[in-house]
Nanobody, 124 residues
């Protein structure tokens, strides 16, 4: 079992930056691939970014590539999402997730672990 808790969300103007954090507790965090997802009101949850167990491999959705950076610190059981040049369409609840599978990128599903999310609002 892994418990995930996000923080760092808030209200920011377009063009601004936020850094989201996710702390994991439970089983060894370094044994999981970690990712970020977001869900805007009335929309499906969408993939944002994922990072490999070692932190060497990363993969991003086209919509955030070049603006967002995912990173992790296994010693602290943390995964981060640095979000720069934010746009109003980035407004959503952002959640972190952990996957124990061997696929890359992961095939996310109900067997994975999910946090409750943190709200990010970008004003125009």
């Amino acid at each position: 079992q892994v418990q995930l808790v996000e923080s760092g969300g808030g209200l920011v103007q377009a063009g601004g930056s936020l850094r989201l954090s996710c702390v994991a507790s439970g089983r060894t965090f370094s044994s999981y691939q970690s990712g970020w997802f977001r869900q805007a009101p009335g929309k499906e949850r969408e993939f944002v970014a994922v990072i490999s167990r070692s932190g060497v491999g990363t993969y991003y959705a086209d919509s955030v590539k070049g603006r967002y950076t995912i990173s992790r610190d296994n010693a602290k059981n943390m995964v981060y999402l640095q979000m720069d040049n934010l746009k109003p369409e980035d407004t959503a609840v952002y959640s972190c997730a952990a996957d124990s599978g061997s696929n890359w990128p992961p095939r996310w599903g109900p067997e994975d672990y999910w946090g409750q999310g943190t709200q990010v609002t970008v004003s125009s």
